[in-house]
Structure formats: structure tokens, C-alpha cells
């Protein structure tokens, strides 16, 4: 069954990086793309931007446009998510989700917690 | 930039029919906007209901409906039950392979 499991929550300090990782198993993992969404506390949802696992090639809000990197690696099936200069403000939690196409974003990770703090 | 607006909070009656709607700051809401449904409850990750304006998704049970009324996108609950007190958020795509989610509906039966 298709699954998309994260890795574990982080706290990081103000100005540092963080790497998210998105691990698939359950379908071919090159034929789809990764969508990544942030959520903070009591918050709503936000589109960050998406990487297209086969090709490599990604899209980013411009809200995070320069600060966020999506990577992946096709031999471990993971995808990442790199966002760098932290503030307080990018403390929540955030999700991968395979996009099925059609707004069809049917499987998601369990979400990592980030916590931003001084 | 254009915003995507979703209700403020609602509520509805055991057993009764809610419709949920996105809009648009700017516009109309097409099929061309993909619009999507998502379910949320707290401290779990997001469960699409909706997708492709009125595709259910997989597990997903017919009382949840999709469709565009006048010129924004709609979920509709029909037989509302207990457990579909939720957060609903929809999703669109703004063209250019850019999406943007809408602020959420907090849902409460009672």
C-alpha cells in the first residue's frame, strides 16, 4: 500500500536550516511529483510548492521562493524538503502529499514538527 | 494577490445538509481551478474528500458532494453525522502549477 512516512520532529535556532525527509514505498516512485504543505499551530493550511519526482524539476510559492530547496533521491525513494534561515514564524508542522493530479493529493505523510526557538 | 475565502465557522444539525463554499477575492471559481475538499481534525494530517471540482476520493462516502454554485466552488454534506465535525479547507489551482488553500471551515454538528 502506497505510504509516506517523515522523519521525526526537530527544533531548530533562529538563522538555522532544517531538512524534512518524505520516505515512499508502495508505488513507483519516479511517475509521480511530491507536494509539500505547513501547517502552524491553530493555524490553516499553506501550499509551499512541489518537485516532480521523476524529472527533478520543482515550483515554489513565492512566499518561500529562495529560502525553501526540494530534493530527492531516487535510489532511497525520499524526497526532501530544505528550508533555511528560520524564524519563529515557520514553527508548525509540515506535510508531503503525492499528487495524484487534479488537485487528487490522496496520500499524506504524518507530518514533521519543526519547532522554531531561541 | 487574489485570496482564497472560505466561510467562517458553521454548524449544522445532526442528520442535516450543509454546503461549504470557495470563492475567490477576485473572480469566479471554475472547473478549471481543480477545486479540491479536504478534511482535517486536529493534530491529524489532511483527508481528501473532493477532488477535480466533483471526483470522490477513494473511501470517501457519497453524502460528500462536490460541485460549483454560481461562481464559487461547494462541498456539500448531506445526513450530516458526528464525526464529520471537522476543519474543511479547499484548494485551488491559480494557474502556472501554483495552488493555494483557502482559509478552512471549522464544521461543528450539534
Known amino acids: 500500500q502506497v505510504q509516506l512516512v517523515q522523519s521525526g520532529a526537530e527544533v531548530k535556532r533562529p538563522g538555522a536550516s532544517v531538512k524534512v525527509s518524505c520516505k515512499a514505498s508502495?508505488?513507483?516512485?519516479?511517475?509521480?511529483?511530491i507536494q509539500w504543505v505547513r501547517q502552524a499551530p491553530g493555524q490553516r493550511l499553506e501550499w509551499m510548492g512541489w518537485i516532480n519526482l521523476g524529472r527533478g524539476s520543482t515550483k515554489y510559492s513565492q512566499k518561500f521562493q529562495g529560502r525553501v530547496t526540494f530534493t530527492r533521491d531516487t535510489s532511497a525513494s525520499t524526497a526532501y524538503m530544505e528550508l533555511s534561515s528560520l524564524i519563529s514564524e515557520d514553527t508548525a508542522v509540515y506535510f508531503c502529499?503525492?499528487?495524484?493530479?487534479?488537485?487528487?493529493?490522496?496520500?499524506w505523510g504524518q507530518g514533521t514538527m519543526v519547532t522554531v526557538s531561541s | 494577490q487574489t485570496v482564497v475565502t472560505q466561510e467562517p465557522p458553521f454548524s449544522v444539525s445532526p442528520g442535516g445538509t450543509v454546503t461549504l463554499t470557495c470563492g475567490l477575492s477576485?473572480?469566479?471559481?471554475?472547473?478549471?481551478?481543480?477545486p479540491s475538499w479536504y478534511q482535517q481534525t486536529p493534530g491529524q494530517a489532511p483527508r481528501t474528500l473532493i477532488y477535480?471540482?466533483?471526483t470522490r476520493s477513494s473511501g470517501v462516502p457519497d453524502r460528500f458532494s462536490g460541485s460549483i454554485l454560481g461562481n464559487k466552488a461547494a462541498l456539500t454534506i448531506t445526513g450530516a453525522q458526528a464525526d464529520d465535525e471537522s476543519d474543511y479547507y479547499c484548494l485551488l489551482h491559480m494557474g502556472s502549477d501554483i495552488w493555494q488553500f483557502g482559509g478552512g471551515t471549522k464544521l461543528t454538528v450539534l
Open positions: 477576485s473572480g469566479s471559481v471554475s472547473t478549471s481551478y481543480c
Open positions: 508502495g508505488f513507483t516512485f519516479t511517475t509521480y511529483s
Open positions: 477535480n471540482t466533483n
Open positions: 502529499a503525492r499528487d495524484g493530479g487534479s488537485g487528487n493529493w490522496h496520500f
